[in-house]
């Protein structure tokens, strides 16, 4: 097995003294996989991202991009590398899709620097790797949820693009995503999962927080599983998602049925 991406070793975290919100939370981010951290609202999901890119300290533990341990790392550092999908974000101007997808070469910009031929060229590319090419000239205010989705996906791509010559071939590429299909309608839905699966087979690695199961079973090489209070449980897809596991998750009778053999989640 290749060395992670990214390690999570024993990560304790909480907003109030004596209140962890994530307690002992241990794993690793492998190349090339995506990893699906579930659990219900208020597990400490959106938390742990925050914590991953750097935004928040841990009480205790340690968090390491290819065995560095993160606080080693400038945000430009990281930014280069690590991009986030959040759930959604205001645009308070209206930009083009292809200017608001472009901002995601910031990080590998000097101060008040200027993006080249090459850095659009990127942008173009994400543009098309998500399948809005068309829309590039689109302001932002007039596109659909889910094409404002598939654009925050764009500009998370031309981020963790290294310029020529700036990265070596084994940089990290990794994505973390917020809960992105949590307003998205069924075919965006697919839509973006069969764009997940592409980035990992061309050497993206993903981390994405969903509270869906269903969505988990489509995409998922690992789970984490979380629920408050409780130790998370972390391992490959096929052996973490279980009825059992499921049931305590969400405290709810599950049952895992095969339709065409895939899992599928029923509940009552």
Known sequence: MSAPILSIRHLTFGYYPG????????????????????????????????????????????????????????????GRCMALVPQSEHTPFDYTALEYVLMGRAPHLPPLGMPSASDIEMAQQALAQVGIAPLAGRPVPQLSGGERQLMLLARALTQISPTNGEAPDNA???????????????????????????????????????????????????????????????????????????SRLYQLPIRLIEVDGRKRVLWT
């Open 19 to 78: 209140q962890p919100v994530l307690q002992d939370v241990h794993f690793s981010l492998q190349p090339s996989r995506v990893v699906v951290v579930l659990g219900a609202n208020g597990a400490g999901k959106t938390t742990l991202l925050s914590l991953l890119l750097g935004w928040l300290t841990a009480w205790s533990g340690e968090i390491a991009l290819q065995g560095t341990p993160l606080p080693q790392l400038s945000a430009r550092e990281r």
């Open 172 to 246: 990290p590429r990794l994505l973390l995503l917020d809960e992105p299909t949590a307003h998205l309608d069924l075919h965006n839905k697919a839509r973006l999962i069969a764009i997940m699966r592409r980035l990992r087979d061309a050497g993206v690695t993903l981390l994405m927080t969903n509270h869906e199961p269903d969505v988990a079973l489509a995409v998922a090489d690992d789970v984490l599983l979380m629920a408050a209070g409780a130790t998370p449980q972390f391992g490959a897809a096929e052996q973490v998602i279980t009825a059992d596991a499921l």
